[in-house]
Nanobody, 127 residues
């Protein structure tokens, strides 16, 4: 199911930056808890960052200090600003919106119990 829409992926050299965006057409993202996940072929799912409806944020260890998650209530979007990208960051990045908690990945794959998911946006990092 495609319930959210991501954008902003692309190809950058090591050390580059990207801003990913997530939006929902039929509900208000700011009233949900939103997480950004990533998955690359041969690698496990990772929860990168999350933001609660009240604005509180959480960051996973893999990209902590290199990413910022933020709400834009005026445009009904949630952004993930990524800086200092390295080749290991190459993956499909997917946003999810939850009525309840934003769960971590489970056994290397997508968590259960989260209602809304996007289709993913590709991030490539290469020289």
């Amino acid at each position: 199911e495609v319930q959210l829409v991501e954008s902003g992926g692309g190809s950058v050299p090591p050390g580059g930056s990207l801003r990913l965006s997530c939006t929902a057409s039929e509900f208000t993202l700011a009233n949900s808890n939103v997480g950004w996940y990533r998955k690359a072929p041969g690698h496990e799912c990772e929860l990168i960052a999350s933001i609660e409806s009240d604005g509180d944020t959480w960051y996973g260890d893999s990209m902590k200090g290199r990413v910022t998650i933020a709400q834009d209530r005026a445009t009904n979007m949630v952004h993930l600003q990524m800086n200092g990208l390295i080749p290991d960051d190459a993956a499909v990045y997917t946003c999810a919106a939850a009525v309840g908690p934003v769960y971590d990945c489970y056994q290397g794959t997508w968590p259960v119990g989260i209602k809304y998911w996007g289709q993913g946006t590709q991030v490539s990092v290469s020289s």
